[in-house]
């Protein structure tokens, strides 16, 4: 398990940097289980000889019914729904259990921080999304666009220049719909290709942040995304077409500038 084996490692290694955002990311990829009382509410609100509120969490439902016998039973929580919860608790660390027993303690700010650069927000979270000219996102734009038949697991790419404005991160963001399993390992592997086959980064190049988002547990997510305006990337699996949506396309297809754009679909 790919969370467990990230607090071990984090434990192996006294709280390095390194292994926290390892154990973050794996938070964020995996989703955790959270203890719930018969009635549905949270378990228990643990609190730090501080008097933070803390929220437990565990790596698997085995994970809560051996660690945590005195809960009724734990419900899956993925990222979103993790910070949602962590917000109307006002916990401000993160109590995570790995199947082992053994248990580290997170501010959930850093939780927040690394789901800011990976493009995830929930409530009352600021992320602005935009197009980019930046070439990179133009060079991931058409590498996806050449690679997307051979995924079938992926559905829709989204390109953009990510923003978040609570603390000014900035980077290219690459949104996917997937239909397998998160963590998705369709998503990985793409961009693992794009990166090593297609992409060439230079010198000071943004950083690139990759989230795929279900297409059934995330629909509300991949709306939000799909009405910004970014460069685009569709495919029917069915048929093997593909359609880009750019407003490159609609820059170039203009002949007077002050005509209204038009959105242009580029299909290969």
């Given amino acids: 398990m790919i969370l467990d084996a990230a607090l071990a490692d984090l434990q192996g290694k006294g709280s390095s940097e390194t292994g926290v955002e390892r154990v973050l990311a794996a938070v964020i990829d995996q989703g955790v289980y959270v203890p719930v009382h018969d009635n549905g509410s949270l378990y ?3 609190r730090t000889e501080g008097g933070a509120p803390t929220l437990p969490a565990c790596v698997s439902e085995a994970c809560c019914a051996e660690h945590l016998p005195d809960a009724a039973g734990s419900v899956y929580c993925d990222a979103l729904r993790l910070m949602d919860i962590a917000r109307q608790t006002e916990a401000e660390h993160l109590l995570l259990f790995a199947s082992d027993g053994s248990s580290v303690a997170l501010p959930v700010a850093s939780l927040f921080q ?6 995830l927000q929930g409530n009352g979270q600021r992320l602005k999304l935009t197009w980019s ?3 990179l996102a133009v060079a991931l734009r058409d590498a996806a666009a050449r690679r997307l038949r051979e995924f079938p697991n992926i559905h829709c790419v989204w390109v953009s220049q990510a923003r ?3 603390t000014g991160i900035e980077n290219l963001m690459v ?6 399993e998160l963590p998705s390992q369709a998503s990985q592997q793409f961009m693992q290709t794009l990166l090593e086959e297609e992409v060439t980064m230079g010198e000071g190049d943004p950083a690139i942040s990759a989230l795929a ?4 547990a995330h629909a509300a997510e991949i709306a939000n995304v ?6 685009t990337i569709r495919i029917d699996h069915s048929s093997g077409r593909i359609e880009v949506i750019s407003q490159q396309y609609d820059a170039e297809g203009a002949p007077e500038a002050e005509q209204p754009p038009r959105r242009w679909w580029r299909r290969s």
């Fill in 164 to 166: 978040w404005l609570d």
């Fill in 226 to 231: 799909d009405r910004r305006g970014l460069d």
């Fill in 44 to 46: 228990l609100l643990l």
């Fill in 213 to 216: 988002l279900h297409q059934v």
């Fill in 133 to 135: 000219t930046h070439p």
């Fill in 114 to 119: 690394a789901m800011a650069q990976r493009g």
């Fill in 175 to 180: 949104h996917m719909a997937v239909d397998d």
